[in-house]
């Protein structure tokens, strides 16, 4: 610290009166041993941040003043950047950054007269001030943004736009199934300083789409026997977010009766459900119809026979089959109708 002058010279001076100078001189003699204990004291460090759009900065005597203390009141605080020229403030730009640290002088007057200290100031630039980050939105899985870094604007004071490096990168927060998640999309400035700054925006996404069933069976109808198994590949499925080999197809049959056991109506309904539970359903009806009638094969021969040799009516003496009915569902019967000829032996049965 350094004392500097005295007031009672400067009176005395300026009045220009032998008397009166006595008189000053002798006043702010007195008044200088009150004042002796002026104590200038400086932050030893201090930075400066210049505005991240016009790339200025100003310090100011009290930014480095740290408790610079008089008994008598303290006229002034005064900054200097050379410890000549004092002022009120002092400016800096780009161009002190590479420069730091400066030494910055403060002087603390009082009537006695002033003291210096000095404090080791570092000029730094603010980090990229990132804007127009894109709101926080909500989307199905089919329709993320893509990433851009150019989606954002990115300015800073002591940076060309240029030479600000800029990325993004996505983090992935998993929801309650696998479609259903958040994106946090950070931008990441970084000026030639390599100060750095981010800006996110939260990107949610929801499957809330159900799947699409394709190729479904047209409505038929058909005989009981050529009735189309249950298939589950019968049918397409797809899906806005999820692949067809992750989509759960099933398929049930519901039968209503019809006016007989082999008349009847099938509802064939296919239930395609995705990995979110997003489900969607096709039907198909297939109306059963019998209309074939049974097939008698393995009828005996027409034959003549003698009176006391004809065979008797049997049932089992044939072979019935049927498309829709099992043997044991189906009802033989034999009947005979008797012609008779030119005596009473003599005749003909048409066994039915």
């Known amino acids: 610290m350094q004392r500097m002058g005295n007031l009672g010279y400067k009176c005395c001076y300026f009045k220009g009166i032998i008397l009166w100078c006595l008189f000053c001189c002798s006043f702010n003699s007195v008044k200088a041993q009150t004042c002796d204990d002026l104590t200038a004291k400086c932050k030893p460090t201090i930075n400066v941040y210049l505005d991240a759009n016009a790339g200025q900065g100003t310090l100011y005597p009290a930014d480095i003043n740290d408790g610079s203390s008089s008994s008598c009141t303290i006229d002034s605080y005064e900054i200097s950047e050379n410890g000549f020229f004092y002022g009120s403030a002092i400016g800096f730009l780009c161009n002190d950054i590479p420069t730091s640290p400066h030494t910055v002088y403060l002087r603390v007057t009082d009537a006695a007269g002033s003291e210096v200290c000095e404090t080791q100031v570092t000029v730094l630039p603010l980090p990229p001030v990132i804007s127009d980050v894109p709101a926080d939105i909500t989307v199905s899985c089919d329709n993320i943004p893509p990433v851009d870094q150019n989606a954002v604007t990115v300015t800073s004071g002591c940076t060309l736009q240029n030479d600000i490096t800029i990325t993004v990168s996505d983090s992935r927060t998993d929801g309650n199934c696998p479609n259903n998640y958040t994106i946090t999309r950070t931008w990441t400035a970084v000026d030639k300083y390599n100060y750095q700054s981010s800006a996110s925006q939260i990107i949610t996404v929801e499957d809330k789409g159900d799947p699409v069933i394709s190729n479904v069976p047209v409505n038929t109808t058909v005989s009981c026997n050529n009735v189309p198994a249950a298939d589950v590949s019968t049918v397409t499925v797809t899906d806005n977010c999820s692949t067809s080999d992750k989509i759960i197809v099933t398929v049930n049959d519901v039968r209503t009766d019809g006016n007989c056991p082999n008349n009847y109506v099938i509802t064939r309904t296919w239930t395609a459900t995705d990995e ?77």
């Open 276 to 352: 979110c539970g997003n489900s969607s359903t096709a039907v198909q009806v297939i109306t059963v119809e019998d209309n074939v009638a049974p097939s008698i094969s393995n009828v005996p021969v027409n034959t003549t026979v003698s009176c006391n040799n004809v065979p008797a009516a049997d049932p089992s003496a044939v072979t019935v089959t049927d498309n829709c009915s099992a043997l044991d569902k189906i009802t033989v019967t034999v009947n005979d109708v008797r012609a008779d000829g030119n005596c009473p032996n003599n005749y003909t049965i048409t066994r039915t």
